[in-house]
């Protein structure tokens, strides 16, 4: 990651008393988080133009930061983190991971409100700022994750290509969720002699799918070839770069 200017402004201490618990805003009609930027990257995106909110304890966020790290975007799109903790004003920035250094902003919803007045919407990371219109690009980690890996090769060399024009279609097939225990069985099974997911080769399916199985805890071992999948992963640079176990519910130190 680049150097960057760093500003001396950080929010105060987490204080749900004086502010309440955060709240995800969603829908009448659709349970999940209303994501209100879906905006893409230009096709002929400029070193230094874009820069990516994100946060060390979440697993969409971290989707984005080793597609980052696997595009090789380090001195081409910059990266700074918010706090792991927020209370009612959602994420901030504070002395663990420093302040803000695009916009001096103390608090992720500034960014939000300076894109759309009086912003209503879910507070998330990750988010794509873009320096030039001084706005919120995106809030949508698939298709930031998406065009982090894919818009930038006139001006990056990747380390891995990991959304190939010919296993798309496959990559968007792949069920990667882990809500039961059935799944991981099926899971564990699909990598049995199996390095990756798709294609023989590191895709975003494999991203995907570390970013919850590195969250998953001890459980993890229960399923032999998902954990050896894992810790092979883990060996990237990428992955590991971008993985703080200490940030997650159920670390598995067992992986390091």
């Known amino acids: 990651m680049s150097k960057l200017p760093r500003s001396s402004r950080l929010a105060?201490?987490?204080?749900?008393?004086?502010?309440?618990?955060?709240?995800?805003?969603?829908?009448?009609?659709?349970?999940?988080?209303?994501?209100?930027?879906t905006g893409r990257v230009d096709d002929d995106p400029q070193p230094g133009r874009y820069h990516l909110y994100a946060?060390?304890?979440?697993?969409?966020?971290?989707?984005?930061?080793?597609a980052h790290a696997l595009a090789g975007l380090g001195d081409v799109v910059t990266v700074s983190f918010v706090d792991n903790a927020r209370d009612g004003r959602g994420w901030a920035f504070r002395e663990r991971y420093g302040p803000d250094p695009v916009n001096g902003f103390t608090l992720l919803r500034h960014a939000y409100e300076a894109t759309e007045e009086g912003f209503d919407g879910h507070v998330s990371v990750p988010a794509l700022w873009d320096r030039d219109q001084a706005r919120v690009v995106s809030n949508d980690f698939a298709g930031i994750g998406i065009d982090l890996a894919t818009k930038f090769g006139k001006v990056a060399t990747p380390v891995v290509e990991t959304y190939p024009e010919q296993l798309r279609a496959e990559i968007e097939a792949t069920d990667v969720t882990i809500d039961t225990?059935?799944?991981?069985?099926?899971?564990?099974?699909?990598?049995?002699g199996r390095a990756y997911l798709v294609?023989?080769?590191?895709?975003?399916?494999?991203?995907?799918?570390?970013?919850?199985?590195?969250?998953?805890?001890?459980?993890?071992?229960?399923?032999?070839?998902?954990?050896?999948?894992?810790?092979?992963?883990?060996?990237?640079?990428?992955?590991?770069?971008?993985?703080?176990?200490?940030?997650?519910?159920?670390?598995d130190w067992s992986l390091a």
């Open 55 to 66: 946060g060390w304890f979440c697993p969409w966020s971290q989707r984005v930061t080793i």
């Open 12 to 37: 105060s201490p987490v204080d749900t008393a004086a502010h309440g618990e955060y709240r995800i805003v969603r829908a009448p009609d659709d349970p999940r988080p209303l994501y209100r930027f």
């Open 199 to 251: 294609g023989g080769v590191l895709t975003e399916a494999d991203i995907r799918l570390w970013v919850h199985l590195a969250r998953l805890g001890p459980r993890l071992a229960e399923y032999p070839n998902l954990h050896r999948y894992a810790r092979n992963l883990y060996r990237i640079p990428a992955f590991r770069d971008t993985t703080d176990f200490s940030t997650y519910p159920h670390p």
């Open 181 to 192: 225990a059935a799944k991981l069985t099926a899971l564990d099974q699909r990598l049995a």
